[in-house]
């Protein structure tokens, strides 16, 4: 009798612990949709704890990107890149807070990602598209910056009077020059300034940069692709003199607050790179103008702390561009000696700009251009459909096994029920203690489940059938039957698990979803199936001497 209570004690608080992992699961799956985004601490505590739903049934954003080699010189190449670009989009994925995201090689140079429960395709792009190459570069002066534009115009002049520009005869030129020819031909389209002649002086104090009207965007950015800037490599062109031309962001005029960019001259080599930075994270309180903006604020490793130690305290009173990705997003000026390796990035329209820059530059930059090939996003209502069908389907399966096996087995069918009832609570509540992800597929597998629990009872029941015939007493017949299955249970549950067990390891997305319902469905069906079923055979027969067997 004591180890009859013992069982029954070991019942209970398995039951109790499963329904407080259970409990969130069930209440957050309970109310609004609309409700569930809140932002609420309560809310928020639910949705941490409870199970998450794959794409498939969630909804959620699914990306394919093609990793563009072409911008890597052959002689640069690794043959890792896809490789590295999946373990540095798989940081950023992971920084953001996406649940069980899926992101996987696909051929030779694809990446596919799939984000459960993130539907903004712009959102999804500025994440994970984002080369996030962060480069700091010295501003020139505005003489050298004249000196480029007027390298540009001859380039360009020559373009226009079908001549070809110095440095462009060959693919991949990394520089232009003005050449040494001196005729009146060469004087005469020196004079001509197509460049120069679309942009406006910056205002005063800018340094070396101009400013770029937007009625004139578009001209000026096709000249100064066409010259000074290397579109296969993706990297700007060194002009002569060491000096390359870079866009800001688009921006407001000050003087007519119509809109344009500016552009800046900068040194060609950068003085310090991305690969420098140990930390990046949102700030405030960054701009004197704008306390309330949110920017980035970065630190260096030791080596690039001093780098930037003595790059500052050698250009007091000198503009550093911050680069990221071919764009200069700010470039204050030095105004002293900076120690301790901390810089910041300012001019950030939006917090979660600033949330999203952060994350890329914490994740590092990726070894070149990911081009997108598909973005598709996964709306709830089709989420809500794929749920109900196959909510639809496991429902329709148990009723039908129920039918079956109550009619078959009578009242030991309904120990079966039983069984297989507390064979789902199980399930679901170990989905919610490991914050498991439920897909369709993984529907699937709670179907293949139940019908696995069934096996394992209609086993036992069979047995004991057998001891019965053969004159056998209840309690007999009862403990032979359990005995002589046991073997058959453990071994083609424990076949199934093991299969599981190696999908979930080398499977991905849709398949690691069936595994993980699978195998953990398996472990409840032996507990159930053994112990929970021959304890309440055990505890009936404690208490009454059983004559026969409703089986």
């Given at each position: 009798m004591s180890t009859l209570r013992f069982r029954w004690a070991v019942l209970v608080v398995v039951l109790l612990v499963a329904g407080y992992y259970l409990l969130p699961t069930f209440r957050f799956y309970r109310m609004d949709p609309a409700q569930q985004g809140s932002s609420d601490p309560s809310v928020a505590g639910l949705r941490e704890n409870s199970m998450r739903l794959g794409l498939d049934l969630q909804g959620g954003a699914y990306l394919v990107y093609e990793v563009d080699l072409d911008k890597i010189p052959e002689d640069q190449r690794s043959g890792d890149e896809v490789d590295r670009a999946i373990e540095i989009i798989r940081n950023r994925v992971d920084q953001f807070g996406v649940t069980e995201p899926v992101i996987q090689k696909q051929g030779n140079n694809r990446i596919v990602v799939q984000l459960p429960g993130l539907e903004s395709p712009e959102q999804v792009r500025d994440m994970v598209g984002k080369t996030a190459r962060l480069e700091f570069r010295l501003v020139r002066t505005p003489e050298e910056m004249q000196q480029a534009l007027s390298i540009v115009d001859r380039a360009i002049a020559r373009r226009q009077g079908g001549q070809a520009a110095v440095g462009d005869t060959a693919a991949g030129a990394d520089s232009l020059a003005l050449g040494d020819a001196?005729?009146?031909?060469?004087?005469?389209?020196?004079?001509?300034?197509?460049?120069?002649?679309?942009?406006?002086?910056?205002?005063?104090?800018?340094?070396?940069?101009?400013?770029?009207?937007?009625?004139?965007?578009?001209?000026?950015?096709?000249?100064?692709?066409?010259?000074?800037?290397?579109?296969?490599?993706?990297?700007?062109?060194?002009?002569?003199?060491?000096?390359?031309?870079?866009?800001?962001?688009?921006?407001?005029?000050?003087?007519?607050?119509?809109?344009?960019?500016?552009?800046?001259?900068?040194?060609?080599?950068?003085?310090?790179?991305?690969?420098?930075?140990?930390?990046?994270?949102?700030?405030?309180?960054?701009?004197?103008?704008?306390?309330?903006?949110?920017?980035?604020?970065?630190?260096?490793?030791?080596?690039?702390?001093?780098?930037?130690?003595?790059?500052?305290?050698?250009?007091?009173?000198?503009?550093?561009?911050?680069?990221?990705?071919?764009?200069?997003?700010?470039?204050?000026?030095?105004?002293?000696?900076?120690?301790?390796?901390?810089?910041?990035?300012?001019?950030?329209?939006?917090?979660?700009?600033?949330?999203?820059?952060?994350?890329?530059?914490?994740?590092?930059?990726?070894?070149?251009?990911?081009?997108?090939?598909?973005?598709?996003?996964?709306?709830?209502?089709?989420?809500?459909?794929?749920i109900n069908q196959g909510v639809r389907a496991a429902l329709l399966g148990l009723g039908l096994v129920v039918l079956v096996i109550v009619f078959w087995y009578r009242a030991s069918g309904l120990l079966a029920v039983l069984a297989l009832g507390l064979n789902l609570l199980f399930l679901f509540s170990v989905l919610g203690a490991i914050r498991g992800t439920l897909t369709l597929p993984g529907i699937a597998g709670i179907v293949l489940t139940i019908g696995m629990a069934v096996d394992a009872n209609v086993l036992v029941f069979e047995r004991i059938r057998e001891e019965l015939r053969t004159g056998k007493t209840v309690r007999g017949a009862v403990d032979e039957g359990y005995r002589r299955a046991l073997v058959t249970i453990l071994d083609s549950n424990l076949t199934t698990l093991i299969s599981s067990v190696v999908l979930f390891q080398f499977g991905t997305g849709p398949i690691r979803g069936f595994a993980l319902t699978l195998m953990v469905g398996i472990i409840a069906n032996l507990f159930t199936a053994v112990f929970v079923t021959r304890l309440i055979y055990d505890s009936f027969m404690a208490k009454r001497q059983l004559k026969g067997l409703s089986i």
């Open positions: 001196a005729s009146a031909a060469d004087s005469l389209l020196a004079a001509d300034k197509p460049f120069s002649s679309l942009l406006q002086v910056a205002p005063s104090g800018a340094g070396g940069m101009v400013y770029v009207p937007a009625g004139n965007l578009d001209e000026v950015e096709s000249m100064w692709h066409a010259v000074a800037f290397d579109s296969v490599r993706n990297v700007p062109r060194p002009l002569a003199g060491g000096t390359v031309l870079l866009f800001g962001e688009s921006i407001d005029d000050p003087g007519t607050a119509n809109p344009g960019r500016y552009l800046y001259a900068l040194s060609a080599r950068p003085e310090l790179s991305g690969s420098n930075i140990e930390d990046a994270t949102v700030a405030f309180g960054l701009e004197p103008q704008r306390p309330q903006a949110a920017g980035v604020s970065l630190n260096f490793d030791k080596r690039g702390a001093a780098t930037f130690t003595r790059l500052t305290g050698a250009n007091v009173g000198r503009q550093l561009g911050i680069v990221l990705d071919n764009v200069v997003r700010s470039a204050p000026v030095i105004q002293d000696k900076i120690r301790g390796g901390r810089a910041s990035i300012t001019g950030i329209s939006t917090d979660n700009e600033a949330r999203m820059l952060g994350i890329v530059l914490r994740a590092g930059a990726l070894p070149t251009d990911l081009v997108a090939i598909e973005e598709r996003t996964v709306g709830p209502t089709l989420g809500r459909d794929s």
